[in-house]
Nanobody
Framework: QVQLVESGGGLVQPGGSLRLSCAASGFTFSSYFMAWYRHAPGKEREFVAGISSPGGSTNYADSMKGRFTISRDNAKNTVYLQMNSLKPEDTAVYYC?????????WGQGTQVTVSS
């Protein structure tokens, strides 16, 4: 079955960086678009970034452009999210997402807290 396991979250000061990872299994990873979403308290879950495969075309939510970078390693079945210049408003639970065409799959999420 599909499994998505996020890691790499934590507490970071404003202006700092974190790299999130999502290890995927149970499907042909290299064939699917992968995405990151986030869910902050009191807000709706929002799209962060996505990456296609093959080709690796990327797209980002406007507020993340220039600060976040999504990438993938198809040999390792892993998608990454490099987050730089973090702001307190980036505090949220970050989720890895797969849309299979039939069903939406989510990981358990990883907490990112940006605070001094």
């Amino acid at each position: 079955q599909v499994q998505l396991v996020e890691s790499g979250g934590g507490l970071v000061q404003p202006g700092g960086s974190l790299r999130l990872s999502c290890a995927a299994s149970g499907f042909t990873f290299s064939s699917y678009f992968m995405a990151w979403y986030r869910h902050a308290p009191g807000k709706e879950r929002e799209f962060v970034a996505g990456i296609s495969s093959p080709g690796g075309s990327t797209n980002y939510a406007d507020s993340m452009k220039g600060r976040f970078t999504i990438s993938r390693d198809n040999a390792k079945n892993t998608v990454y999210l490099q987050m730089n210049s973090l702001k307190p408003e980036d505090t949220a639970v970050y989720y890895c997402n797969l849309w299979s065409g039939l069903e939406n799959y989510w990981g358990q999420g990883t907490q990112v807290t940006v605070s001094s």
